[in-house]
């Protein structure tokens, strides 16, 4: 069986996905890129057999002879590399999110549409067991038509962000707005139901103080209330609230699903789930709730990966994708916009006064001439006159002795090694 030789960039989070291409039958690991020198030491210390090569530029690394590319670099960066990569004739698999602005979104469609390549969003916690087995029985029929979900992804990173950030004033997670990274939350129930947004409702954290305290000027967290086509809501939660929660909920014409949450301590996050539903609409039958924690065929060897084996399952399917199977569960571009733009423009629904947004759907031609230069973002390199605050109310003025502090944190953390590693 001919393998898919793969190269990732970003040595960090892109750990994950070497560690599959190492073990996998169907993949072969053949180059890493990761600008930082100390970060691809440590993964040339792993590199028994040297069969690697190993890069700090991503021209360079992608000349190298191979069939797809895995972007694990920063999050507002991938659109563009992830264009450069396609013209370049690789398949890519991209981490979350997938662009930064509208501009980018256009560019990115009409360079897959060009190029004819597969191109795959690595949104993993559609694949965590919970929201997994929902889209299963969901496609089945067994709760009905969708109406109303809520999706929740809380992660209180307050006492790591020195080493998410490393003191950098400059760095992204600083600086993007609060609904930006919004699709652990959305996505779930996107890839469930399969819908399309249509409009949507932003609000912003306003009492930030946690957020700042570690250099972020963004609010604290943000909120989506979100309409599909179909008229169904679902409402989003995801920042930095106190105590961490991964949850999601949906409501259909005959029942519900939802995921355990953390607090009822059956294990990892988004692992079993409980289903409640009616045999028809209207059946009002007796109550029988369904509980269990899900598992197919691939179950015990995605315990290998992380967030839940969900890290396993999106590889798996990008590359059984590149071999052709058309049914391998991939996240097309499309989709990704789905589970992207609901917060991109519940923040411009934030910045104009909490209003209803219109949410652009790119798949039609015709619509993305509108977007094809809007540059809107929190980048000043990227937006130019288009640039937006990270902070509704204004960017707090954050003193340089934060920065410096969180450095100091990181620099002591590494003990002064020069093992410093990129993250997403």
């Known amino acids: 069986m001919k393998k898919v030789r793969v190269g990732v960039i970003g040595a960090y989070r892109g750990n994950q996905m070497i560690k599959y291409c190492k073990r996998a039958e169907h993949a072969e690991l053949v180059a890493i890129c990761d600008k930082l020198e100390g970060a691809l030491a440590k993964q040339k210390e792993l590199d028994e057999e040297g069969k690697i090569t190993f890069y700090t530029d991503f021209d360079e690394f992608l000349k190298h002879d191979m069939d797809a590319v895995v972007l694990a670099n920063y999050a507002t960066e991938h659109a563009p590399f992830a264009i450069k990569a396609l013209k370049a004739g690789k398949h890519v698999y991209s981490e979350v999110l997938p662009c930064q602005t509208m501009k980018e979104a256009v560019e990115l469609i009409e360079t897959i549409e060009e190029t004819g390549l597969i191109y795959s969003y690595g949104e993993n916690y559609c694949y965590m067991a919970a929201p997994y087995e929902m889209r299963k029985l969901y496609r089945e029929g067994k709760i009905g038509e969708f109406e109303y979900g809520e999706c929740e992804y809380i992660h209180n990173c307050e006492n790591r962000w020195h080493s998410l950030t490393y003191g950098d004033k400059d760095h992204w997670r600083n600086n993007v707005y609060a609904t930006f990274y919004c699709t652990h939350s959305v996505g779930p129930i996107i890839h469930i139901t399969g819908l399309r947004p249509v409009s949507v ?100 060897v995605s315990k290998q990966y992380g967030h839940g084996g969900s890290d396993f399952y999106s590889m798996y399917n990008f590359i059984e994708k590149i071999k052709g199977d058309e049914n391998a569960d991939t996240i097309d571009i499309f989709e990704a916009l789905d589970m992207f733009l609901p917060g991109m423009f519940a923040y411009r629904s934030i910045l104009a006064g909490g209003i209803t947004v219109e949410i652009p759907n790119l798949r039609n031609k015709e619509e993305r001439d509108k977007w094809r230069n809007d540059t809107t973002c929190t980048d000043p390199k990227v937006a130019g006159d288009m640039l937006i605050p990270s902070f509704s109310l204004g960017n707090p003025d954050i003193p340089d002795a934060v920065y410096e502090k969180m450095a100091k944190m990181w620099d002591e953390e590494c003990q002064g090694e020069n093992d410093y590693v990129s993250n997403k």
């Open 201 to 300: 409702v932003g609000f912003e954290g306003r009492k930030n103080e946690r957020k700042t305290s570690g250099g972020a000027k963004t609010g604290q967290f943000g909120i989506e209330m979100i309409e599909l086509e179909n008229g169904g809501i679902i409402k989003s939660i995801h920042g930095d609230l106190y105590k961490n929660s991964i949850w999601y909920s949906i409501y259909g014409s005959k029942g519900r699903m939802e995921s355990a949450r953390e607090d009822a301590k059956l294990g990892l996050p988004a692992t079993n789930i409980y289903v409640n539903a009616d045999e028809t609409p209207g059946a009002y039958g007796e109550e029988k709730i369904d509980a269990y924690l899900p598992v197919n065929d691939l179950s015990e």
